[in-house]
């Protein structure tokens, strides 16, 4: 009976001692974990976006676009966008065909960024995200006289107010850089592809608003200037 009761208190001290010697490594532990917990909340704001590109192309070539943006953050990591924007084009008698096109018309395009940079609430993004794009346009496409292959005689064609209309879709990468305050810049290149479009009834437009020119590269670009709220 002695020895029984000589290795249960020896048991019962051992215990007690262990758990002596842990109880500082487990408030550490627990004061860690209470300073890594991330206290960011879910909605941190929004902001305001501008495109230099499309206003630099209205400047230096016969198309282009305004466009503007409002984004959400959600924990710095997602980013709820909408775009939306007014393309145009007065492209005059084309070198090859003589034809010439014109068209204005806003266009949107709604989707999300994702920031997948390890340390999120820096300021800093490196994003990939996706978009949904539509466009409804009118073109008027022209083509001045030309003499008629079988009766020699001048004639024209033309269609003024066809309507159009297109869905892409557009998958991207960018960066977005905190310069000073809530001024941000950055860009994004970006990869088009069309999913569904009605040219009207003369075949392929020459330009989309917010998609582009057809036939050309699928690829594209944005530089914006961006303002946290």
């Not at 949107?108 to 978009?131: E, P, Q, S």
């Not at 950055?186 to 479009?197: M, V």
């Amino acid at each position: 009976m002695t020895r029984r009761t000589s290795i249960s208190t020896y048991i019962s001290r051992t215990t007690i001692s262990l758990a002596l010697l842990l109880l500082p490594t487990a408030s550490a532990a627990q004061g860690f974990l209470k300073l890594e917990r991330d206290t960011v909340p879910l909605f941190k704001g929004f902001a305001v976006s501008f495109d230099l590109v499309g206003l630099l192309q209205m400047q230096l070539s016969d198309y282009g676009q305004y466009e503007g943006a409002l984004r959400l953050n959600l924990h710095d990591q997602y980013f709820p966008t909408f775009e939306l924007g007014i393309g145009r084009a007065n492209h005059p008698q084309d070198a090859s065909t003589g034809i010439a096109y014109k068209t204005s018309a806003p266009y949107f395009r709604l989707g999300a960024d994702f920031n997948i940079m390890k340390r999120k609430h820096t300021g800093n993004r490196i994003f990939v995200g996706f978009r949904y794009g539509y466009t409804h346009y009118k073109a008027d496409i022209s083509r001045p006289p030309f003499p008629d292959p079988v009766w020699k005689w001048n004639t024209t064609y033309g269609v003024s107010g066809m309507p159009c209309h297109q869905h892409w879709v557009e998958v991207l990468f960018g960066l977005d850089a905190k310069v000073a305050g809530p001024l941000h810049l950055g860009w994004s290149g970006r990869y088009r592809s069309r999913i569904a479009h009605d040219d009207g009834i003369v075949g392929n437009t020459w330009y989309v608003p917010g998609y582009g020119k057809q036939g050309g590269s699928n690829l594209g670009a944005t530089f914006n200037v961006t303002i946290d709220i």
